[in-house]
């Protein structure tokens, strides 16, 4: 029995295999590409896989995807549906999300980028902001990420509010569902993204959508870039309808040298390290799925293709 591991990057593919090696003694880890009996590939590890690689695979129980998203494989056409595909989420992954949400919304919510800016005149430029019960924010998806992240905020005093399918949200956190929609647009002066990337949400940050915030809104994406019409922000951005606007994730990964979002004075650009997962810890809990899977029981995050996240 084969575990294949695929990531695009070659070095990133080498320290996953030999963690996965360490920690999974008794399987057989082979880089996908170098795999020569597509026959005994019982699970495939995988960030980005080549379209057509795990169709290639007929015994596949289950693909692991080396993140939260599933974006990344339901992207290949020819991905067989019947294959269960399992999330990897974990404390440190949680945990690196709550730090970065917490530490971009207080940055926000305490007008950090005025300061800065009024250092660089030597300006004294005291400025009283309201306190975190009278700042509301709202987080755009509630699942593993929104929940954490919105206790976090609740933690921190804010007014928290959460949209998603079921509108379910956690004690202390005000959950709309999708008829709520424009109401908790109307009251997110932070909206953050944590959505899945779906068919229904590609393209959700819009210009529709950020026209319903309140004036001066501020926009985090730590979800994924196809959730954002980047010219619509540039728009909002330039109207003054959007103050700023934190972004992790883009269209194009790395964000070519020439896109304004790098030199937008209103816009902070973080590459893709809201919440990156590493092979230390991440691997503890492939592994741990892979041995679930094994013993015939269902891991937590598994999902498939149709249900798109
Ligand atoms: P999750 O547990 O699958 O939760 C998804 C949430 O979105 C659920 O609340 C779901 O509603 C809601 N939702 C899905 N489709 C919707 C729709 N069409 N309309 C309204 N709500 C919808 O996902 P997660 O683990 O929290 O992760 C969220 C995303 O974060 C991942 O998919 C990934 O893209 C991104 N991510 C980014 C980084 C980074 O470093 N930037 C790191 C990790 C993850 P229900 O609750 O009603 O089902
Ligand atoms: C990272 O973006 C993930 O999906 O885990």
């Known amino acids: 029995m084969t575990i294949a591991v695929t990531l695009p ?16 003694p008794d399987h057989h880890i082979n880089n996908a590409a170098e795999i020569s009996d597509p026959q005994t590939v019982r699970y495939a590890v ?3 896989p080549p379209e057509g690689l795990l169709a290639s695979f007929p015994n596949l129980k289950a693909t692991i995807s080396i993140g939260a998203g599933i974006d990344h494989i339901a992207a290949d056409p020819q991905y067989p549906a019947s294959v269960p595909v399992i999330k990897t989420i974990g404390p ?14 207080l940055r926000l919510h305490r007008q950090l980028p005025e300061l800065q800016k009024a250092q660089t005149r030597k300006a004294w430029h005291q400025i009283v902001t309201p ?28 007014d928290v509010a959460g949209w998603s399918r079921s509108g379910a949200a956690p004690d202390g956190v005000t959950g709309f569902n999708e008829s709520g929609l424009n109401r908790f647009l109307a009251q997110s002066e932070i909206l953050i993204c944590l959505l899945p ?14 026209e ?21 922000l540039l728009a909002a951005l330039g109207k003054g309808q959007i103050s700023y606007a934190t972004l992790d994730v883009f269209n194009t990964e790395p964000l070519p040298s020439d896109h304004p979002f790098w030199t937008h004075p209103r816009v902070l650009v973080t590459p893709h390290t809201a919440s990156l997962i590493d092979p230390v810890s991440g691997g503890k809990v ?23 996240y």
């Open 46 to 48: 995988v960030w980005k």
């Open 197 to 210: 990337l779906t068919p229904e949400t590609k393209g959700f940050l819009s210009k529709p959508i950020l």
């Open 286 to 308: 492939i592994a741990a799925n892979i041995r679930k899977l094994e013993a015939g029981h269902t891991p937590d995050a598994l999902t498939y293709i149709s249900r798109g």
């Open 212 to 232: 319903q915030l309140p004036k001066g809104a501020s926009l985090i994406n730590a979800a994924r870039g196809a959730h954002l019409i980047e010219d619509d």
């Open 92 to 105: 440190d992954m949680t945990q690196r999300m709550c730090e970065y949400v917490a530490l971009h919304v």
């Open 131 to 158: 306190t975190a019960p009278d700042r509301k924010v709202g987080i755009l998806g509630l699942g593993h990420l929104g929940c954490h992240v919105a206790r976090t905020l609740t933690a921190l005093g804010f």
């Open 9 to 24: 990057d070659p070095e990133k593919l080498v320290w996953w295999r030999d963690h996965l090696r360490e920690l999974l």
